[in-house]
């Protein structure tokens, strides 16, 4: 059989929700897509661990409030048996919904979708699914091997990855003095790599640093509380007017960009409500190209997992104005677009496990874990 005979398989979908009209929309959403088939559903968490077993999917959605069981508590389970499958959590954007999301981003969840907030407009949810949930699905979805046979199976999957990938050429050069500031872009799979950094970090940087997560509003709030309770570093979300201390580390709010700009000696945060840049807001660009402008040759850049681009022009902002980039290896994210679109352009000074990236930081002073 020639490559242009092979039929991709569908991504499989299993679709875990209490509400039997919910359950219909997303279903009848991601059937719009070709790609996309749904093999089965689950009205509460019990059951979809069920499904799980039974199943097998290639991609899971968990509704978070549900009876029996939660989605929280079934996502904790199903991490115990299996911890590769994606599985995207729906939530609502209120106080409850978004500490909910943050709890289940930051113990496994793959990334999350809004629900639509008027199910009675059904073309309208479907339109808001088709736009925020099929790419999600495609995005994390992860592609089976080529060769199955038992001769050319391999025993895991990250040691298959390992084999095919090719990492790009690196960029020369690096800082020759430690950075005065550390800017960091994540998005998709963020939270889970935002925790096992900080969790490393066992004293306060002698610099700022500044976060771009993509995230709605009360997200990056609840984001920093969290990372805040993980090493003796104070993170915290920033607000407009902001000066930056050094030892502080600073997440952009949700829904609006982070500028910086430099006055007098002092470097003040700016949060603005401008169009979005890479479809985002915040977007890392925006963080970047303004962060390269003030620190120059002293600014260390890093980007880790997410979907899309952003952060690519920034990156050359960053590296054109004599600053370092580093960004995540492709094994460890969780979607190797942003760190893969910088790396792929030869804007990585560096390209590492994300096991390595607080050591990556750290070392830049001398300290010791």
Not at 108 to 135: C, H, M, R
Not at 240 to 261: Q, R, S, T, W
Not at 266 to 278: A, H, L, R, W
Not at 304 to 316: I, P, Q
Request: glycine share 8%; hydrophobic share 45%.
């Amino acid at each position: 059989m020639t490559e242009e005979n092979i039929v991709e398989p569908k991504i499989r979908v299993l679709v875990v929700d209490d509400s039997a009209i919910m359950r219909r929309i997303i279903t009848t959403a991601l059937k719009m897509d070709p790609g996309i088939e749904v093999v089965g559903i689950a009205e509460d968490g019990l059951i979809s661990i069920e499904k799980v077993h039974e199943l097998s999917p290639d991609v899971i959605t968990m509704d978070i409030e549900m009876p029996n069981m939660d989605g929280l508590t079934a996502l904790t389970e199903i991490r115990k048996f299996n911890r590769t499958v994606p599985i995207i959590m729906f939530s609502t954007l209120t106080q409850k919904g978004a500490e909910s999301t943050i709890k289940a981003l930051t113990t496994g969840a793959s990334d999350y979708v809004g629900k639509p907030t008027d199910v009675s407009d059904t073309q309208a949810a479907f339109n808001i699914l088709k736009e925020t949930l099929i790419p999600k699905v495609k995005a994390l979805y992860k592609k089976p091997f080529k060769h199955i046979g038992n001769a050319e199976r391999k025993t895991s999957a990250q040691a298959q990855l390992e084999a095919e990938v090719v990492p790009p050429p690196l960029k020369e050069g690096r800082l020759a003095l430690p950075p005065a500031a550390v800017v960091i872009g994540v998005s998709t799979g963020g939270p889970l790599a935002l925790i096992e950094i900080f969790n490393v970090f066992k004293k306060p940087l002698p610099i700022p640093m500044f976060i771009v997560q993509h995230m709605p509003p009360k997200f990056t709030e609840l984001m920093a509380q969290r990372l805040s309770t993980l090493s003796p570093i104070e993170v915290v979300e920033a607000q407009h007017g902001d000066i930056a201390e050094n030892g502080k580390v600073y997440i952009a709010p949700g829904g609006f960009h982070l500028h910086l700009e430099r006055m007098g000696t002092k470097i003040v945060m700016y949060t603005s409500e401008d169009p979005p840049e890479n479809s985002c807001r915040p977007a890392v660009d925006v963080l970047f190209r303004t962060a390269a402008q003030i620190y120059k040759n002293k600014l260390l850049g890093i980007v880790l997992t997410g979907m899309g681009s952003d952060g690519l022009k920034g990156a050359k902002d960053i590296v054109d104005a004599g600053g370092e980039m580093v960004v995540q290896d492709e094994i460890t994210s969780v979607i190797w677009g942003m760190p893969g679109a910088i790396a792929k352009a030869n804007l990585a000074h560096k390209i590492i496990p994300l096991n390595k990236v607080a050591e990556e930081i750290i070392n830049r002073f001398a300290f010791t874990k």
